[in-house]
């Protein structure tokens, strides 16, 4: 894979549309376009090929192609493009020039329904979110199950295809009131969408089952895996980097939260899924604290490793195809960029 990119978008000064602010994704077309969810303007912003800007689609606002909260971006066939308002719980669709064409809105009793792909048929495979909060005011590590849903074209809930673990939750109490979050180096669920089927697995072990669009197994994708311990100086290196961006008046309340902390021993066998272009399926390892590097186990759709990608560093992967990788990444002065760097495969 190149080291540097073929594309880069993204300035600390310059033309307004290439400084980027909370990008939440990015999709590349098949003419070479590329679309960038900015989430600081709450816009999709298109490129062309070598990273001109060309137009844009969306605003602020909670009408009709606007978006209160962007999140996720998807392409879907056809060069549409489907951007998932976080705060609405709408997915909006765009034709290929960028014109708004419909919205559907996910409908769900508890939590917030989060896309993680469309299948064949139009349907979308979701995580629900975590929703269960325990009673009390003790400082507790606490974990529950979360369902993967498939939602209808039109947003309908179509089935609830299985419950997995979500992710390991630490809860701290502080006299009436509790405050909560992910436990650093938990386990999760992860999960990606291909086709008509779709891959999960729990991040506590290195096995990964693909499933039917139903929810019916149909082959476990597994690796030699020793588990990683995590050092003493891996956990000083997170908690200086954390730190760094806590105010002053919260500092003494979260280096508090941090001593008491039941860190896992071990770093998770892997972290996130992704299916590239040719269906092959992309497993990101976990790093080390400070470690910018990326190294992704690649299988084929048949469950055979066929090697191991590092991408460069700092580089969070949105999309890979057939001869790209897509992602985003930050500079040294913190500006956002979107980069597109040739992958070549062997």
């Not at 062309?48 to 606002?61: C, I, P, V």
């Not at 993967?148 to 309908?156: D, I, R």
């Not at 969070?316 to 500079?331: A, I």
């Amino acid at each position: 894979m190149a080291a540097e990119p073929r594309v880069d978008i993204g300035v600390l000064e310059g033309a307004e549309p290439y400084q980027l602010s909370q990008v939440s994704g990015a999709v590349r077309l098949s003419d070479g376009r590329i679309v960038v969810a900015n989430g600081g303007s709450d816009e999709l912003r298109y490129f062309d090929s070598a990273g001109a800007f060309l137009t844009s689609a969306g605003r602020k606002g909670s009408g009709p192609g606007e978006f209160e909260m962007l999140g996720s971006l998807f392409a879907l066939p056809g060069d549409t493009v489907a951007a998932y308002d976080v705060r609405l719980r709408r997915i909006s669709l765009f034709a290929p020039d960028g014109a708004f064409a419909r919205s559907l809105t996910i409908t769900f009793p508890a939590g917030a329904p989060s896309p993680i792909g469309q299948f064949r048929d139009g349907s979308w495979l979701c995580n629900r979110g975590f929703v269960f909060f325990p009673s009390g005011t003790e400082t507790q590590l606490i974990r529950d199950t979360v369902p993967l849903l498939v939602f209808e074209p039109t947003g309908a809930l179509r089935d609830s295809i299985g419950r997995f673990p979500g992710p390991e939750l630490y809860i701290v109490g502080q006299g009436r009131s509790r405050r909560g979050g992910s436990l650093p180096f938990g386990t999760n669920t992860a999960a990606a969408a291909a086709g008509d089927r779709f891959y999960a697995g729990h991040t506590a072990r290195y096995e990964i089952t693909r499933y039917t669009q139903s929810g019916t197994p149909e082959e476990i994708v597994r690796l030699a895996w020793t588990p990683i311990p995590i050092t003493g100086d891996d956990l000083a290196r997170y908690k200086a980097e954390r730190l760094a961006h806590v105010s002053a008046g919260s500092r003494e309340s979260f280096e508090r939260a941090y001593r008491d902390m039941p860190f896992p021993s071990t770093f998770p066998a892997f972290v996130s899924l992704e299916v590239d272009a040719s269906g092959n399926l992309w497993v990101l390892a976990a790093s080390r604290p400070g470690d910018d590097r990326r190294r992704w186990t690649v299988f084929s759709p048949d469950g055979v490793a066929l090697g191991v990608v590092e991408t460069p560093p700092g580089l969070s992967v949105r999309e890979v195809g057939r001869d790209y990788v897509l992602g985003t990444w930050r500079d040294d002065l913190d500006v956002e960029h979107v980069r597109l760097h040739a992958l070549q495969r062997q």
